[in-house]
């Protein structure tokens, strides 16, 4: 791994530096990655960015769970090259430690550049209307206007 700061002009997505994912030669896959304390059963945001050094390359994005059981795993090899690209998406927590790695899957001393990696806890939902959750402050905006329509429709039938 690398670390640059405005590599050959290419500014980071956020801050001043980013990670580069490369490996040396044909010595193998390389890896980038951090555990951290996860609630059991809580859905988790993660989000980055990503790009290309040079054309070809790719990467893949594993979470796991402190028994080895993959909550996700992907592929990237969608990305331009030196234009940062985003990733948004979501897992479970299965145990109360949970790992991110980020692998190499090019040989070579080029890689793929991520930056701004963010893990946070999904805010809750507590509300359901018609079977959709919907977040607290969110739930009686909806069900303001299913009064509204009722108490019409009671008048209308009178």
């Given at each position: 791994?690398?670390?640059?700061d ?18 040396k ?17 809580m859905t ?6 990503y790009?290309?050094r040079r054309k ?10 402190d028994?080895?059981?993959?909550l ?6 969608d990305h331009?090259?030196?234009t940062?690209s985003?990733f948004?998406g ?25 930056d ?8 809750r ?6 079977g959709?959750?919907?977040p607290e402050?969110?739930?009686?905006a ?8 009722a108490?019409l429709r ?5």
């Amino acid at each position: 791994m690398e670390l640059w700061d405005n590599f050959d002009r290419f500014n980071a997505f956020d801050g001043s530096q980013y990670a580069e994912l490369n490996a040396k030669g044909n010595d193998g896959r390389y890896s980038i990655f951090q555990s951290f304390s996860t609630e059991v059963g809580m859905t988790y945001d993660v989000s980055f960015a990503y790009a290309a050094r040079r054309k070809g390359e790719s990467f893949q994005l594993d979470i796991f769970s402190d028994t080895d059981s993959v909550l996700f795993s992907q592929v990237f090899d969608d990305h331009a090259i030196k234009t940062w690209s985003e990733f948004y998406g979501d897992f479970v927590a299965q145990t109360t430690l949970t790992t991110i790695r980020f692998s190499t899957i090019n040989t070579g001393t080029y890689g793929n550049f991520v930056d701004d990696i963010v893990v946070t806890a999904a805010p809750r939902f507590s509300a359901s209307v018609s079977g959709v959750s919907v977040p607290e402050p969110a739930s009686l905006a909806i069900l303001l206007p299913l009064a509204a329509f009722a108490v019409l429709r009671r008048r209308k039938n009178r």
